[in-house]
Structure formats: structure tokens, C-alpha cells
């Protein structure tokens, strides 16, 4: 690794993080539901909230935080406009989504390696993440199943790291020179033939 990429996992904070616009698709209230099961045996660990949004739904997520006594390692922060700082100093990339069109909150965490587990909603994290090789996707609505991989991601360090070692490669097809040479190519072909 180059003096310029992001840190390995092991030498961040013990973070679950998500970030985004704080409404009801972005099924935060499920994530919630699936560190509920764990976080009392994780005391060390935190999971971050970032985003703004309306202000019904965050306070019911602050009552599940409530009623489920996490409030002590589980909080909701306003949205940051240095996201990627919040990532390059967190180890897991949390997506609770229930429909996205393509995150690019995931290529950012790639892009940040950091280990990412996503449900398999109907779109969008399938169309990036690589199931046991950029990322963890669990079936959609599984919430147990989603506690197990965090709990994964969380304690099988060597996984971790090699899922955003490998997320953090995967994610260069996407920078602008790579693109904008695929157009390029497309177009030539396209005037040319």
C-alpha cells in the first residue's frame, strides 16, 4: 500500500458507519434492529449515523436507540461535508437500504477501504458490490443475517481487510481517466466502423 491510500481497518476506530439523507428507504430503523442484537457484546464498538433528514423518522430511530439502550455506543450525527474523513477513520460501511438507485456512498467507501456489508435491496448495492469479495450482501429484509455479517466484518479482521482491499481496487473502474477512456473507445468505435 502507497504512503497516500487509506490506513488498514485494524489502525482505525471500531465504527460501523452509514451516511445519507435520514428517511424511511434508507431503512435505517432496520440497521438499528440488527446492532441491537449485538452491540451489548461490543462495547469497544460504535455505530455512527450521518446525514440529515425528517425530523419524525430521526426521532422515532432515537426512540429504538432508546428502547433498546444503545444509546451509550450508538449515535446520529448531522451530515458532515467531510464525509470521507468520517470513512478513512471507520472500519465498516453499513447499507440498510430498502431501494437505491447506484450509491455513490458505496464507491466512497470503497474508494476508503473500508469493509462494507449491504442488504441485496431490488437495486443498487448488487450493482457494485461483488458478494465475499468487495462486500457482504445479505438478503433483503434478513435482519439476523445482517447482524451475523457485521458481527463478521467486526471480529474476523483478516476478512475485512482483504474485502476492502479488494473493494478499494475494484473501485478504480469508476475514477474519471478510466471512464472517460471507455468513452472515448465507445465513441471511436461508434464513428468509425
Known amino acids: 500500500m502507497s504512503d497516500d491510500s487509506p490506513c488498514e481497518l485494524t489502525k482505525r476506530r471500531k465504527v460501523i458507519m452509514t451516511a445519507g439523507r435520514i428517511v424511511a428507504i434508507k431503512g435505517f430503523e432496520r440497521l438499528l434492529?440488527?446492532?441491537s442484537t449485538i452491540a451489548s457484546k461490543y462495547p469497544d464498538w460504535r455505530l455512527e449515523i450521518y446525514g440529515d433528514g425528517e425530523h419524525t423518522y430521526i426521532q422515532s430511530l432515537q426512540a429504538l436507540i432508546e428502547h433498546h439502550d444503545m444509546a451509550a455506543n450508538t449515535a446520529i450525527y448531522p451530515s458532515s461535508p467531510d464525509i470521507i474523513s468520517k470513512m478513512?477513520?471507520?472500519?465498516?460501511?453499513?447499507m440498510s437500504s430498502l431501494s437505491e438507485c447506484f450509491p455513490m456512498v458505496l464507491l466512497e467507501a470503497m474508494q476508503s477501504r473500508m469493509a462494507i456489508v449491504a442488504f441485496d435491496c431490488p437495486t443498487g448495492p448488487r450493482n457494485i458490490l461483488k458478494n465475499n469479495k468487495?462486500?457482504?450482501l445479505v438478503e433483503n429484509h434478513h435482519i439476523s443475517d445482517f447482524s451475523r455479517s457485521l458481527e463478521k466484518l467486526m471480529t474476523r479482521t483478516d476478512l475485512a481487510?482483504?474485502?476492502a482491499n479488494n473493494g478499494c481496487l475494484e473501485v478504480r473502474q469508476y475514477d474519471a481517466k478510466a471512464v472517460m477512456k471507455k468513452w472515448n473507445t465507445l465513441i471511436d468505435e461508434a464513428c468509425f466502423s
Do not use: E
Not at 88 to 94: F, I, Q
Open 161 to 163: 481487510q482483504t474485502l
Open 33 to 35: 434492529a440488527s446492532w
Open 88 to 94: 478513512l477513520d471507520s472500519r465498516v460501511y453499513a
Open 134 to 136: 468487495t462486500g457482504l
